[in-house]
């Protein structure tokens, strides 16, 4: 009676443990998911941040040098193209690094995680043939020895990837992504050299930058957390930090006038 009753049992936790797993699974999809948002907006800000104070201190810089907006906007152009193909492969080349880099951890892991829930499986048929148990519910134990293993491995997968997360995006999608967003932060400060006189464009791109980075700011304490104005009022004051240092080296290096 009581080896029927601990039978019963077995199935039930059987049952609980595959719930566990298919619960799991849900869980590391959703978290999967999360990841490669968090992954698209760090790149989106990487690339747009980078271009963006790039093309600042450099226009700003090139203005107060030479008061000419067609040098401007050639050094300005320069600028972006050059920064967003060397962002683009930056990003391509650490991705592939760090999938590469993912893919033998994960095996790594998986291998020693099925190695110790076949150990766990033997020992528990052991266990259940030394102790004269029929052959059916040895059977039984062994299944469900295998769905709680597979439950288990779900669950320190979940955990492995959220306290440690890697990017997971195709080496290309990220370069792209990085790329674009490169000569899309830089033509901001570019684009008012475009219609107005150097003078005036190097304020509103002062201005201009300011707003996007502040706004980048918030967007990213608003994803992944923290306070919104201080983490907009830090990406101003790095834009404002190498807006100053270009136009500070553009006044030392102004061309003389002629006549």
């Not at 590391?28 to 690339?47: K, N, P, Q, S």
């Not at 930056?90 to 994960?106: D, I, N």
Request: charged share 20%; net charge neutral; aromatic share 4%.
């Amino acid at each position: 009676m009581n080896r029927s009753l601990m039978a019963s049992r077995s199935v039930e936790g059987g049952s609980a443990a595959a719930t566990g797993a298919v619960t799991g699974t849900a869980d590391e999809e959703t978290g999967a998911l999360r990841d490669r948002l968090a992954a698209l907006l760090r790149d989106v800000i990487l690339g747009g941040q980078d271009g963006l104070v790039n093309v600042l201190g450099l226009v700003l810089g090139m203005a107060a040098a030479t008061g000419d907006s067609r040098l401007v906007l050639t050094a300005g152009l320069a600028a972006l193209m050059a920064e967003s193909i060397a962002m683009a492969g930056v990003a391509y080349t650490s991705t592939g690094a760090e999938r590469a880099w993912l893919a033998r951890q994960s095996e790594r892991f998986r291998t020693l995680a099925v190695r110790r829930a076949l150990d766990r499986r033997r020992a528990r048929e052991e266990a259940l043939h030394g102790e004269h148990w029929p052959v059916p519910v040895i059977e039984i134990a062994g299944r469900i020895a295998d769905e709680e293993g597979a439950a288990w491995l779900a669950e320190l997968e979940a955990a492995r990837r959220t306290l440690a997360p890697v990017r997971e995006a195709r080496p290309a999608v990220a370069a792209l992504v990085v790329g674009l967003s490169t000569a899309t932060g830089s033509a901001v400060p570019l684009l008012p050299f475009v219609v107005l006189p150097p003078a005036p464009a190097a304020w509103v791109a002062l201005a201009a930058g300011g707003v996007v980075l502040f706004a980048a700011g918030a967007v990213r304490a608003r994803t992944v957390g923290g306070g919104v104005a201080r983490a907009g009022a830090e990406m101003v004051l790095i834009g404002l930090a190498s807006a100053a240092a270009g136009y500070l080296i553009g006044l030392v290096l102004r061309a003389p006038t002629v006549g």
